[in-house]
């Protein structure tokens, strides 16, 4: 910085704040400067710090959306002023249900709304000034982008993990097409709130169970929210137990269990109304019965199906199992309670030891065998034990064992107290197993079950394979050709993309057809193999298959040879800082990570995990309802009405003042109030300082401690996502420079002060820290291109510190004692404290505890 003539400085300090002109000053200015252009400097280190790709709606972004973006432009400016090359890059997520639904509502093409929202997302982004590198920008409905998503599930399906499958799926009778798993939100349609229902189709799934263990190995080694990797570790299911092969007739059923241990408790076979053998096996008297029964269960969802509070439903078969160990007869069931979607679609019922199969038996009053019981410590069991279950016996103290429905009273007079032990604990009533705890009995049924070629030791997850077909116009298409005699094809590289045609009716048929295939002309083709007639498919791919490669893209994104060039994906990835909602967690963030998977074992990249590091911001709710912000609610705050009354300055500010970054909190109109007078009060100081002269006043040293502990702590809280106690203690340091202005301290330190104030407000208030740089400082280039500042560690250090005193764990005092007093000091502080002497009284001490800097813990005998 150069100081400037004294006239300017005067004239300076006398003009007022006017964030308008500040804003159309600076903006184009930075444009033309190319401010924000991705670094390439191969003496810095680099920094990716990547949003979550936005789908660009026609409602535009709130300030709720300005909670994500903002704090990632802050620490995007930050990086780079503290010598980061930094790619920061923006692009929209396009295809899916909600363009083409209001496409169709609105009878316009969704390649003109695509257009058209995304303009106004970047228009709205850049009048918050996001300092993103828009020379990057991606659109996922571009050609040039989605050849490369084909290219991709062309990879899947060559190595075996792309494949199609008919089943009973999904399905949204609002949008017309099947739902994944993940995409069916209590019954309800993910997108348009509509109860979904199931449909039988022939689909697309990726194969994304094959990388299970890897997806929960790897969670230990990523910078995530504990919240968002148990949520993934939990949609996983990992469970260790075994198949369990019961013949039914000429057929086989294979249930899967976590308890082996309690196979000779089960007496009865359920099987999920979606099950095959459902009604292939009933009994020509129980036919009719079994399928209406049917019927009516899958029309459920299986929200409803699983609420604790419903009863348990079900009809008999007729037909029998024969049990896999002993041979005895088990009447098969179907039951609403078992749903198809997981593991095999049938359970063995152990109503001793399981609480849905207890309600069931109770209902139907079906035979309850309690075969485990828990440890007794003085008195465990012998070998062999065998604890008859009848009323007349009661099991030992603390233990509970249902018994037969006719033993019990009447359903007037039922016992509620009787339910069923659920927990580990010693084996009895089970043949040569008794009497064995329940891990060992579990692990000998397994290893027999498997000699006897009846099942045998399986770990087993709860996820299923990523379904990815769409019955819909507005995705990528997906790159197969069906040809009668080779069967599905992939399209050949060379003939990719495959362009979505433009098609005058893109409404579903609901028919479970997507629109293309009323597009014969483009439908109709030739085999890539064998030059034959052949048809095209005709399902899009779900909008999350284009979402989970485009990080890599931006490294490169005008690469028109591969999805990416390796040498700026070494550079670039994995993204360093990755922020979006928490509500992506077992879809986009789950898909993304086994893609790279993929990609890792197709030799493309070196690295397993795409994200180091995740943040996700909390929901910033409406003043109207403390509601979410929505349209349709009417309870939506824009940035545009709030840059207008405040400037792009105060509302960046106040975002991030707003509270802890992962938080939800409340837009109050006036707190921003108290934001834009601060930084008012900033300007004025700014130039008041500036006209000072630069006399030769003493060095003040409390004045310059206060320096280095603003940066050091401001430098902290960015560096750890915490905006919000960043722009407190800024508010803090210039309340104090006010009260410092009638002490007397030289020009250059107050100079100091306040340049580097600019600097460390500079990626939170953009505009007036500029003009502060540029205009009233004197500074030659951008402020957002000067170095962050730094501290001396010896200056920042705290001088005095407050160190609590307790006895036996509990507060008694607090005193305030010099910084990096060590802990013979500390402990002679705590003994010598009047209130903790009167706690101790004349009980003996047996050790003081000091965690230095913090506490002191006085342990009485």
Not at 222 to 240: L, T
Not at 256 to 270: C, E, I, N, Q
Not at 489 to 512: H, I, K, N, Q, R
Request: charged letters at 25%; a neutral charge; proline letters at 8%.
């Amino acid at each position: 910085m150069t100081s400037q003539p004294m006239t300017r400085r005067a004239r300076a300090a006398d003009r007022p704040y006017d964030f308008h002109a500040l804003q159309d000053k600076w903006r184009p200015r930075w444009r033309a400067m190319d401010l924000y252009r991705t670094g390439d400097d191969p003496a810095k280190p680099n920094a990716y710090i990547l949003d979550f790709f936005p789908y660009p709606s026609g409602d535009g972004l709130s300030v709720g959306h300005c909670r994500n973006y903002i704090p990632t432009c802050v620490s995007a400016r930050f990086q780079r002023m503290r010598g980061y090359n930094v790619l920061h890059p923006m692009g929209w997520d396009a295809f899916g249900l909600p363009a083409e639904n209001y496409a169709i509502a609105h009878a316009i093409h969704p390649r003109e709304t695509t257009v058209r929202f995304a303009a106004n997302y970047r228009r709205q982004m850049e009048l918050v000034e996001c300092s993103y590198d828009w020379s990057r920008e991606i659109d996922s409905t571009d050609p040039a982008y989605y050849r490369w998503t084909q290219w991709f599930f062309r990879l899947l399906f060559r190595r075996g993990l792309a494949y199609r499958a008919p089943g009973s799926q999904w399905w949204c009778p609002h949008c017309r097409t099947i739902l994944a798993n993940e995409q069916v939100e209590d019954g309800r349609c993910w997108r348009c709130d509509s109860i979904v229902t199931r449909k039988e189709l022939e689909q697309w799934y990726f194969r994304i169970t094959a990388y299970a263990e890897r997806l929960l190995a790897d969670l230990d080694t990523i910078d995530w929210p504990e919240r968002i990797k148990e949520m993934q570790r939990h949609w996983i299911g990992r469970s260790e137990g075994a198949d369990v092969v019961f013949a039914v007739g000429g057929h086989e059923v294979t249930t899967f269990t976590t308890r082996p241990d309690t196979l000779y408790g089960v007496t009865f076979l359920a099987l999920a109304p979606e099950h095959p053998l459902a009604e292939r096996i009933a009994t020509p008297a129980r036919a009719a019965e079994v399928a209406a029964y049917v019927e009516a269960a899958r029309r459920l969802s299986e929200i409803e199906r699983q609420a604790t509070d419903k009863a348990k439903t079900g009809v008999f078969t007729g037909a029998y199992a024969t049990h896999p160990l002993t041979g005895a007869a088990v009447p098969v069931w179907v039951a609403d309670y078992v749903l198809g979607g997981y593991g095999s679609g049938a359970v063995m019922g152990v109503p001793g030891h399981d609480a849905r199969d207890f309600a069931f038996a109770r209902r139907y009053e079906l035979p309850i065998v309690g075969v485990n019981i828990p440890v007794h410590p003085n008195s465990p069991p012998p070998v062999g034990v065998n604890i008859p279950v009848h009323p007349n016996n009661p099991p030992p103290v603390g233990v509970n064992i249902p018994v037969h429905p006719e033993s019990q009273p009447s359903e007037e007079g039922v016992n509620r107290d009787v339910h069923p032990y659920e927990a580990p604990g010693i084996v009895v009533n089970s043949g040569p197993y008794s009497g064995l705890p329940s891990a060992e009995a579990g692990a000998r049924i397994a290893a027999d079950l498997a000699a006897a070629g009846r099942g045998g030791p399986r770990v087993a997850y709860r996820f299923r394979d990523w379904l990815i077909s769409r019955q819909r116009y507005w995705g990528a298409p997906i790159p197969i050709i069906h040809c009668p005699a080779c069967g599905a094809v992939a399209v050949p590289e060379a003939d990719l993309p495959v362009l979505l045609p433009d098609v005058a009716d893109f409404t579903p048929s609901g028919d479970g057809r997507s629109p293309l295939a009323r597009a014969e002309a483009w439908v109709n083709t030739t085999c890539p193999q064998c030059g034959g007639p052949a048809r095209r498919e005709t399902d899009t791919m779900d909008g999350f298959a284009c979402s989970s490669w485009y990080f890599l893209r931006f490294a490169s994104p005008h690469e028109s040879e591969r999805p990416f060039d390796p040498d700026a994906v070494r550079a670039w990835l994995p993204v360093d800082t990755y922020v979006g909602g928490a509500e992506h967690a077992i879809m986009h963030l789950l898909y993304a990570r086994f893609w790279t998977k993929v990609m890792v074992d197709e030799g493309l990249i070196d690295f397993a995990e795409p994200f180091t590091q995740l943040r996700n911001q909390g929901m910033l709710l409406s003043p109207q309802d403390g509601l979410k912000m929505s349209k349709s609610k009417g309870n939506v705050v824009t940035p545009d009405e709030v840059v207008a009354q405040y400037g792009t300055d105060a509302l960046r500010a106040y975002i991030l003042f707003l509270g802890p970054f992962d938080a939800n909190a409340l837009w109050d109109n006036r707190g921003i109030v108290g934001v834009a007078r601060f930084i008012e009060r900033y300007w004025k100081l700014a130039n008041e300082v500036a006209a000072r002269p630069n006399n030769g006043q003493p060095f003040d040293e409390a004045f310059e401690r206060e320096r280095h502990k603003i940066i050091r702590r401001v430098t902290g809280d960015m560096s750890r996502f915490r905006f919000n106690t960043a722009v407190a203690a800024l508010m803090e340091y210039v309340n104090d420079l006010y009260a410092a202005r009638s002490r007397p301290i030289g020009g250059r330190q107050w100079r100091a002060a306040v340049g580097d104030l600019t600097l460390l407000l500079a990626p939170i208030a953009p505009f007036v820290t500029e003009e502060v740089w540029r205009e009233v400082l004197g500074g030659k280039d951008s402020v957002h291109r000067a170095a962050w500042p730094e501290f001396d560690p010896a200056l920042a250090a705290d001088e005095e510190v407050t160190i609590v005193l307790q006895v036996n764990g509990k507060l008694r005092d607090r005193v305030t004692l010099p910084a990096g007093a060590d802990e013979d000091a500390l402990r002679a502080a705590a003994l010598d404290n009047a209130k903790v002497r009167a706690t101790i009284g004349e009980r003996p001490i047996r050790e003081a505890i000091v965690v230095p800097g913090r506490l002191v813990n006085v342990v009485t005998l």
